[in-house]
């Protein structure tokens, strides 16, 4: 579970790594979501939650993209 939190928290930081507001958000919301599950104790929800987190590692690494405006015209 701590390997999956920093792994997360890491993939936060550079996918969004210019953008202060992204990057606060997204800790907010991961440390949200484990301090709202921390006490789980079934064992099939937890595996359940780090297949979730999991995917979203996957995706945040994979399909989110951060433009920078270079002109008026150009991203």
């Known amino acids: 579970v ?5 792994l997360l928290h890491r993939t936060r930081q550079e996918v969004f790594k210019s ?3 992204a990057l606060e958000a997204a800790r907010q ?3 949200e979501e484990f301090r709202n599950n921390q006490d789980e ?3 099939e929800r937890i595996n359940e ?3 979730i987190a999991s995917d979203v ?3 945040l690494r994979t399909s989110v993209i951060q433009a920078v405006h270079k002109d008026s ?3």
């Open 73 to 75: 015209d150009k991203i």
């Open 57 to 59: 590692e996957v995706i």
């Open 41 to 43: 104790t079934s064992e």
């Open 19 to 21: 953008d202060t507001r």
């Open 29 to 31: 919301k991961i440390n």
């Open 49 to 51: 939650l780090l297949k």
């Open 2 to 6: 701590l390997k999956l939190f920093k």
